[in-house]
């Protein structure tokens, strides 16, 4: 199957391995230059536009990272959509705005293009182990034309209804998990107060019915500071998306929103690269 990719990174680049591994022919579009050489050197080849990348492609997934950078790649005369044969798919796995995704099905069908949501939950050593989540919008039919070349990496693929319903559900998780390692840092901090050690705590909550995979990420970078360090961005750039997506739909995160307003979350986690 031929196939164009947009973007790369630290996602992008197993996803292209994996696709490469199983016999496809992927050419590959970078925004930045620096990183062609690891493409070639993967065994795809390399474009300079994305026309070049796109034009004779049955398949084209995007992996970039932001809900601006999916437009410009994906939408107007200059886009991916604008360039792709009729009949051909778009895979979009980038965390965006649910309202894009829309945007990106009704391009799509004034051009005859197919278009899934497929978002993705889990990180580079799930692609390489071929199980990544895919919460897939779009056509139940379409989805199920790409099945098999998306369990080239990822299981399981997930059917969630139109498109902008694998955005929401990535949204609901990610709240839900920032929300949870928010509860472990609190959890540390009232264990502390009770005279418990912090690798203790952590430790045994793993083996009772508070555990969580939040609280397994916690635990297994050693505590509770070295974690927020690690994923203050991305968790920040989450909850960013979360908050915004909420707003404009009149949602109400109730609980998780509680949580996510916290300190445990806003000074221990969402600030922690100012704080720690």
């Known amino acids: 199957m031929r196939i164009g990719f947009i973007g790369s990174g630290r996602m992008g680049q197993p996803i292209v391995d994996r696709l490469i591994a199983a016999g496809h022919d992927v050419t590959v579009h970078v925004r930045h230059p620096e990183t062609q050489p690891d493409a070639r050197a993967d065994g795809a080849s390399w474009a300079g536009t994305i026309e070049a990348t796109v034009l004779d492609a049955d398949v084209v997934f995007v992996v970039v990272l932001t809900d601006e950078q999916v437009r410009s790649v994906c939408l107007g005369p200059d886009g991916a959509i604008a360039a792709m ?3 051909a798919t778009l895979v979009q796995h980038t965390t965006f705005d649910p309202a894009t995704a829309q945007l990106l099905a009704e391009a799509g069908a004034e051009r005859g293009v197919g278009v899934l949501d497929a978002a993705l939950s889990g990180g580079p050593h799930d692609i390489a182990a071929g199980r990544l989540t895919l919460w897939v919008g779009g056509d139940e039919a379409q989805l199920e034309e790409m099945r098999l070349l998306l369990e080239t ?19 609901v ?16 901090r009232v264990a502390g107060s009770l005279g418990i050690d912090e690798k203790v705590i952590l430790a045994a909550l793993q083996h009772g019915s508070g555990a969580s995979r939040a609280l397994g990420v916690v635990a297994s970078g050693g505590s509770v500071d070295s974690v927020a360090e690690r994923l203050a961005d991305l968790m920040s750039k989450d909850v960013r998306v979360v908050r915004e997506v909420a707003r404009s739909a009149g949602a109400d995160l109730g609980i998780i929103g509680t949580v996510l307003s916290s300190d445990a979350v806003e000074k221990k986690i969402l600030r922690s690269s100012r704080t720690i």
């Not at 059917?159 to 902008?164: D, E, K, R, Y």
């Not at 839900?176 to 509860?183: D, E, I």
């Open 173 to 188: 998780n990610n709240a839900v998990f920032v929300a949870q390692v928010g509860l472990a840092v609190d959890a540390v």
């Open 85 to 87: 044969t009729a009949g």
């Open 153 to 171: 990496y990822a299981s399981p693929v997930m059917f969630v209804g139109p498109a902008g319903n694998g955005q929401r559900v990535k949204l």
